[in-house]
Structures are given as C-alpha cells and as structure tokens.
C-alpha cells in the first residue's frame, strides 16, 4: 500500500516563508492525485492544494498566490511551497492522496505563524 509522509514544518513569522515535502513510499505514486491539508486547532481537516499526476494543481481559495504545490514523479515527492505566511496557517499539515485523502492519515508536520 502506498505510504506518504510529511515533512519540512516548523516555527516561522508572518511575512515568511516554509517548503514541505511529501514523500511516497509505492510503485504506483505517479499516478495518483496528491493533495496537501491542514487542520488547525478546533477546526476540521481542509483542503489546501491538490496535484493531478499530470500537473494540473488546484488551491484553496485562502491560499491562492501565497503557496505553490509540485511534483517530483521520479523521486516520489510533492512540494508544497509557502510563502508570505500568515498566523491563519497555522495547522497540521498532512500530505494524502486526492480528492479527499484515501490512504490512512500520517502524523503530520507542524507549521506554527508566530511572531
């Protein structure tokens, strides 16, 4: 089964900047649709950007311009690029296949907005 796990997260202040990477663990990544999420305390799991297998992407509307998600199918990664951060991007990021996250959920990666 594929496996995906997050990295990259940590402390930043407003204004900054943040790279997360997901990796897979399969034969068959290439193929899927993959989608970074994020969940804030006391908020439910959303949708943050998904990644076709072709490289067509999509970005939720509070993130649009600010963050940029691509791929690697050769090396089995999705970036998720974060810049001009906000204290409102402060969640768990969680990697997982689209549209809506098909594969057991992982730990995560902490993103922390703070000045």
């Known amino acids: 089964q594929e496996q995906l796990v997050e990295s990259g997260g940590a402390l930043v202040q407003p204004g900054g900047s943040l790279r997360l990477s997901c990796e897979g663990f399969?034969?068959?990544?290439?193929?899927?649709?993959v989608g970074w999420y994020r969940q804030a305390p006391g908020k439910q799991r959303e949708s943050v950007a998904q990644?076709?297998?072709?490289?067509?992407?999509h970005y939720a509307d509070s993130v649009k311009g600010r963050f940029t998600i691509s791929r690697d199918n050769d090396k089995n990664t999705v970036s998720l690029q974060m810049n001009n951060l906000k204290y409102e991007d402060t969640a768990v990021y969680y990697c997982?296949?689209?549209?809506?996250?098909?594969?057991?959920w992982g730990q995560g990666t902490q993103v922390t907005v703070s000045s």
């Open positions: 990644i076709t297998s072709g490289g067509v992407v």
């Open positions: 997982n296949t689209g549209p809506h996250g098909g594969l057991p």
């Open positions: 399969g034969s068959t990544f290439a193929l899927f649709i």
